[in-house]
């Protein structure tokens, strides 16, 4: 076999989103690739957030996996690591990995973290090789929208001078989930390219919570749905209007169910949201390397799909 790791271009983006669908619906027993998260777009996007990460698998010339990770600050969040599955079994995700590892390391990463599938022992050994460990699950949840006023200000709708401060006071708001966590570079790609909207909660000049929303095409949102991508909020009750706020937000738009997820380690975000209407859709297990709970605590009140 002739394998090649290279960067992943641009021209490769089409044929890596096919290789993507193919592999988790071949994983998770779909016979039609096109059912799996139907128009969600997960290799674009954080390509186009963090192109060093991006990277193709060539085999005998032809692109055969590809790998992703996203930068949260501090935090750097690792996959999706897809291989085509017709070459499933080559070892082709340990030739992706060391890569990953390399450009992990030579970050300020405060840790690193990925999410993957617990009943799989095959995924967990991979990581596991590479100093990743298991922590707590993270349910990946979803509500069927109802009518809600919409009580969250709108990110997109700032002016553009005032989108600097607010920027400013989302950072101290997930600086305080964990050192130096930072999705700001999130919200202002999702503003530029209309992915959807960050919703956000204020008192006087804080942010009190903040939702990174994705919807519609060319987003990380299935279609029909909303996907929380990220959300924190300062306590119990602001994060419970915060998931208000997500509802409405969906039902603005037209979309019949918010999906959002959490670690289960953040005990108290985890049953409000299961107060509040939300239902577990699948369960993962988060890694993170080195061993460590990050911000999957008690009195955190935080989302998060690391997908």
């Known amino acids: 076999m002739d394998i090649v790791v290279r960067p992943l271009t641009a021209a490769d983006l089409p044929a890596a989103a096919r290789i993507n669908r193919a592999a988790f619906s071949k994983f998770f027993g779909l016979p039609d690739p096109a059912k799996f998260r139907v128009a969600a ?22 692109l055969a996996g590809a790998a992703l990770m996203m930068r949260w600050g501090s935090v750097a969040i690792l996959g999706p690591v897809t291989v085509a599955p017709e070459h499933w079994s080559k070892g082709l995700a340990r030739a992706l990995m060391p890569k990953l590892v390399a450009l992990i390391d030579a970050g300020s990463f405060a840790f690193a973290g990925l999410f993957t599938h617990p009943q799989s022992p095959k995924h967990i050994r991979l990581y596991e090789s590479y100093g990743f460990r298991m922590q707590r699950i993270t349910a990946v949840m979803a509500k069927s929208v109802g009518a809600a006023p919409l009580a969250a200000r709108e990110f997109s ?77 300062r306590g119990a009750e602001v994060f419970a209007r915060l998931l208000v706020a997500c509802e409405a937000y969906a039902a603005a738009r037209g979309a019949k169910q918010v999906v959002a997820g959490t670690n289960t380690g953040r005990a108290e975000a985890y049953e409000i949201m299961q107060r509040a209407g939300y239902r577990t859709t699948m369960n993962g297990i988060a890694m993170t390397r080195p061993a460590t709970d990050g911000y999957n605590r008690p009195g955190v009140f935080a989302i998060d799909d690391w997908r």
């Not at 290799?43 to 186009?48: A, D, E, H």
């Not at 963090?50 to 005998?60: M, Q, V």
Request: hydrophobic share 45%; glycine share 12%; net charge negative.
């Open 41 to 62: 777009d997960v290799v674009g996007p954080r390509r186009r957030l963090w192109p060093e990460a991006g990277l193709a698998l060539d085999l005998d010339g032809a």
């Open 157 to 233: 709708r700032a002016e553009a001078t005032e989108r600097p401060h607010l920027l400013e006071a989302v950072r101290e708001l997930t600086d305080g989930v964990f050192p130096g966590l930072d999705v700001t570079a999130e919200i202002a790609d999702i503003a530029r390219h209309g992915l959807g909207q960050t919703l956000l909660l204020e008192s006087g000049d804080t942010i009190e919570g903040a939702a990174v929303c994705h919807f519609g095409a060319g987003s990380e949102a299935s279609e029909g749905q909303v996907l929380v991508k990220f959300a924190a909020a």
